[in-house]
């Protein structure tokens, strides 16, 4: 069963559009979610990340928006960029002194030039 | 920024061999763990390690696995004897603290072919 949930599994954009990918999650006691970035043959890099404290987390283009109540987040990236192109991990952690990530599937991003 | 190196980043063998995936984690971190992604899921958390011991593993790691970091030198992960089902993709991160916060650093996978 998946702890995590990821929607859609792919998705193509132009150039210039904002790109908004989905993560959901069951186990209310995750209080941190980090979003990676791994590009085709490249090692998933860490993008942004938001705690429980935080109800949005941006970065540049990337903006995160997190519903508690609902366990809903999403990734939004405006201005869309050809070199945005790549898969997209939402993860959740527990507090602990362990860095144990549970993983989405992962959202496959293609922005179109 | 930092790099996780994987040695090697494809390896096939027959199902019944030792296999051994190293890592060469980043220089001055002290965490480090090991994920596996079978083509099409998830990457799941196998393992993770600090002061020369495990500190907590998944279902996933089986007997037939074990790590160790030898006088700092590899990260290591040894599955003996292998079985097809371990084939998948390996990542090897590493983190330069505890808690649950903060940044993994991902190294490039091995791709592990059990026939």
């Known amino acids: 069963q998946q702890q995590v949930r990821q929607s859609p599994q792919s998705l193509t954009v132009w150039e210039g559009e904002t790109t908004i990918l989905n993560c959901s999650y069951e186990?209310?006691?995750?209080?941190?979610f980090p979003w990676y970035r791994q590009f085709p043959g490249k090692s998933p890099a860490l993008l942004i990340a938001?705690?429980?404290?935080?109800n949005k987390k941006e970065d540049g283009r990337f903006t995160i928006f997190f519903n508690k109540r609902e366990k809903k987040l999403s990734l939004h990236i405006t201005d869309s960029q050809p070199g945005d192109s790549a898969t997209y991990f939402c993860?959740?952690?527990?507090?602990?002194?362990?860095?144990?990530?549970?993983f989405g599937l992962g959202t496959t991003l293609q922005v179109q030039p | 920024g930092p790099k996780v190196l994987q040695i090697p980043s494809h390896q096939i063998i027959d199902m019944g061999q030792m296999v051994t995936l190293n890592c060469d984690p980043v220089?001055?971190?002290?965490?480090f763990y090991w994920y596996k992604q079978i083509l099409g899921q998830q990457m799941e958390f196998l393992v993770n390690?600090?002061?020369?011991?495990?500190?907590?593993k998944s279902k996933l790691f089986k007997d037939q696995f074990s790590v160790e970091r030898p006088d700092g030198s590899y990260f290591t992960l040894k599955i003996q004897p292998t079985a097809l089902e371990d084939s998948a993709v390996y990542f090897c991160?590493?983190?330069?603290?505890?808690?649950?916060?903060?940044?993994?650093?991902f190294g490039e996978g091995s791709k592990l072919t059990v026939l």
């Open positions: 991160a590493s983190s330069l603290t505890g808690g649950n916060t903060g940044q993994l650093y």
């Open positions: 186990d209310s006691t995750f209080d941190y």
């Open positions: 938001i705690s429980l404290v935080s």
């Open positions: 993860a959740a952690s527990k507090a602990g002194n362990t860095r144990k990530l549970i």
């Open positions: 220089s001055n971190h002290l965490y």
């Open positions: 390690f600090y002061n020369g011991k495990v500190m907590e």
